[in-house]
């Protein structure tokens, strides 16, 4: 097959360094990374509840090439382990989401959430420290009362930057089941917090309540065949959303026809084909990940071996489809014996939602052009990409010869996943989270 | 050896279940042998479906024993034993097995299925459940190789446990539990009525094997539990929001946890 590096729109190269963490623990396993609106800063989540946020440097004239790198800027503890006493569970810290507010001040917020719990925290920078107080000293000491002669006003003296995070808003004991996605609404005010049977929705300013929209818990829970996967509000109106199965179905529903919306004003999926059926075929049709374009018109579905961009006017099969990785068909029962099949994939768009990116295994991850039909695998890892260096096209052979650079099915890395990637808002710049590593790749300039 | 057999097994899974493969009609169970010498024959469709079962049992079975297992990843799996028994139960194969299990479940079965389908939501299918065990029992007899290579196929999915004894603990832990689920349901109906302030009055109905560590350790508890959690909720605020300890459980910490129920 002809190598498409010369269609390809864009052509990524990694940056001078590769951010990773130093030590190979579990607890560094990435689990979510998110751009914030601009595009200037990058927060990924891990395992071990930590958010590490990443900015970009400022262009300068004295080092050009250093353009547009992104830099640690903050790093704070989101969740701790916590233990339920009454049902003997632990709760586990990992972030499952990280999701930015936009910027309206100097300060950003950002929600992140575990299992159970939702926090709000702001990330605000200090440079500058106020000095000269009259009551204590510059060590912090008191000073004494009858000593003190003369009055002064203390001034403001720049100090090195300082990011700090605090958390301003907890959101909990609202989930029975494990938080899979938070959404914030367009009128930011409001977001949601879906798990796998309930979608709650909540006000920014109130903590100690939220609204049940959504409820798929039967109730003889005997009956229960379906749970909730994923789900996103619209971009633009503030009233729909949608959220996905496990059975590959999507339902898009209005708030404003009802306080509970448990009846979909759409419903969306694909017709099952008959020659492919296996026993596999329901676990395979399970959403991942759910994601509206950002014009809003369509929505993009991640099951276990496709991508599908839906268009919201038309319910009864997809617009497109893409192949991630159909040389698994063959080999569902070993990648549901190891528990591979169960793996959740994230997808992502550009910001002109022309191209659709998601990740795979072996460090794999693939972008599919929707207008040229071209699509590309790449691979993150240190090995195969020099800094600066053009990301080479990989190929999967499925048998028959093998070619020079090809890697047959077989020889791939299972435990080396692409579950998590991110776009940036604007530019051709793309995060992708290889385990505990993450790489940052732009696009090629001129 | 078994583990060998196991792999084998799953790769020989994967050719049987490519797209669109029809299950062959019934002609007495074939053995894995073949009937040709160095002809690698593909095994029956009825031994691999089998398989299959066997496998999502297990995976069903094996939970983790402090975090909750993926309520997901358990549907999804409940769904496809579901699907396999369906299509048995239209073979006619599972009538002719269920005619002849004459009841109660034995420590021989591979494995317990009373608790599998417990782990994926609670006292999921009571009834059809004996049925699953049998019928395991009764195809192993009448595949002389079968037992081996099933037995190696679940023991190579989860190496470190022993399957027969972690049977054995379930079944120690069923009639726990059933006092336990009888003291949940009391519970959780009391609890719709009631204020949480008559937390002390609940408390005082509950089974003491509930504090029996031996059945909180292995797990199940947690399984069952997970159904439960309506009621639940109005009682998790005065307790996680004061435990901010960064802890593991260990026994000091579960011996702490049982005080303090016991003297609330």
Do not use: G, V
């Given at each position: 097959m002809k190598c498409f590096s010369r269609y390809l729109p864009y052509l990524f190269r990694p940056p001078s360094t590769i951010l990773s963490s130093s030590c190979h623990a579990e607890a560094d396993i990435i689990s979510t990374v998110e751009f914030n609106h601009t595009g200037e800063l990058l927060a990924t989540g891990d395992k071990g509840g930590r958010v590490v946020i990443f900015q970009r440097e400022q262009e300068s004239k004295q080092q050009p090439q250093r353009r547009g790198e992104y830099n640690v800027y903050s790093t704070f503890q989101s969740h701790e382990p916590e233990f339920d006493y009454l049902k003997s569970l632990e709760i586990e810290e990992k972030i499952n989401k990280i999701r930015w507010l936009p910027q309206h001040n100097a300060a950003c917020f950002l929600l992140s959430t575990n299992d159970k719990t939702v926090k709000l925290w702001k990330v605000s920078e200090r440079d500058k420290r106020p000095e000269g107080y009259n009551l204590k000293d510059e060590d912090g000491r008191l000073r004494d009362p009858s000593m003190i002669t003369t009055l002064r006003v203390p001034v403001l003296r720049p100090m090195d930057l300082m990011v700090e995070a605090t958390p301003r808003r907890v959101f909990a004991n609202a989930h029975t089941y494990h938080i899979n996605s938070i959404s914030v609404n367009s009128d930011y005010e409001t977001y949601m917090s879906a798990d796998d049977l309930r979608i709650n929705l909540w006000n920014f300013?109130?903590?100690?309540q939220s609204f049940n929209i959504v409820d798929i818990k039967p109730a003889n829970m005997e009956e229960l065949t379906e749970v909730i996967t994923a789900a996103e509000f619209h971009p633009h109106h503030c009233n729909t959303f949608v959220y996905s199965s496990s059975k590959g179905t999507i339902r898009l529903c209005d708030m404003r026809a009802s306080a509970l919306c448990d009846r979909h004003a759409k419903f969306f999926e694909e017709p099952e084909d008959p020659s492919n059926r296996s026993f596999f075929s329901e676990i395979i049709s399970s959403i991942s990940d759910v994601k509206f374009s950002h014009s809003g018109r369509y929505v993009m579905t991640r099951d276990y071996l496709t991508v599908k961009v839906w268009d919201l006017n038309m319910e009864n099969r997809p617009m497109e489809t893409y192949q991630v990785?159909?040389?698994l068909r063959s080999k569902l029962c070993s990648l549901y014996e190891n528990d591979c099949i169960f793996d959740k994939f994230e997808c992502v768009w550009n910001g002109s939602d022309s191209v659709i990116m998601t990740g795979s295994y072996n460090n794999f991850f693939r972008m599919f052009d929707r207008n040229t039909k071209r699509d590309v695998t790449l691979e993150a890892s240190r090995e195969n990409s020099k800094p600066r260096a053009i990301l080479k096209p990989r190929k999967v052979c499925v048998g028959g010869k093998r070619r020079k650079d090809e890697i047959s099915v077989d020889s791939l890395d299972f435990s080396k996943k692409i579950l998590h990637t991110a776009w940036h808002p604007s530019e051709n710049i793309i995060a992708v989270a290889a385990t505990n590593n993450l790489y940052i790749f732009q696009d090629k300039v001129n | 050896m078994g583990e060998e057999e196991g792999l084998h097994q799953t790769q020989l899974l994967d050719t049987m279940f490519v797209r669109g493969l029809k299950r062959k009609c019934i002609d007495g169970e074939e053995d894995i042998e073949g009937t040709l010498a160095g002809i690698k024959a593909i095994p029956s469709y009825n031994l691999q479906r089998q398989s299959l079962l066997d496998m999502s049992l297990v995976k069903l079975q094996l939970c983790h024993m402090l975090v909750e297992p993926n309520l997901c990843r358990s549907v999804l799996i409940a769904n496809t034993v579901r699907q396999i028994q369906e299509e048995m139960t239209q073979d006619g194969t599972w009538q002719m097995i269920n005619t002849q299990s004459t009841g109660q479940t034995s420590l021989d079965r591979l494995v317990s299925t009373d608790i599998l389908c417990r782990s994926s939501r609670e006292q999921a299918e009571g009834k059809q459940v004996p049925g699953y065990s049998n019928f395991n029992k009764d195809f192993e007899d009448d595949q002389t190789q079968d037992s081996s290579e099933t037995m190696s196929t679940a023991s190579s999915v989860q190496a470190p446990r022993n399957l027969q004894s972690n049977v054995w603990e379930m079944e120690n832990a069923q009639e726990n539990r059933g006092n336990f689920q009888k003291s949940l349901d009391q519970i959780f109906e009391t609890l719709e009525n009631k204020s949480p302030n008559s937390v002390e009055d609940l408390f005082s109905e509950v089974d003491n094997s509930y504090y029996d560590l031996d059945t909180m350790l292995t797990g199940m508890m947690s399984n069952t539990k997970m159904g439960h959690c309506d009621g639940l909720e109005t009682f998790s605020s005065p307790t996680t929001t004061t435990s901010n300890s960064n802890c593991k459980s260990d026994l000091n910490e579960l011996d702490h946890i049982v005080e303090i129920l016991v003297e609330s």
């Open positions: 300013e109130i903590t100690n990785h159909d040389y | -």
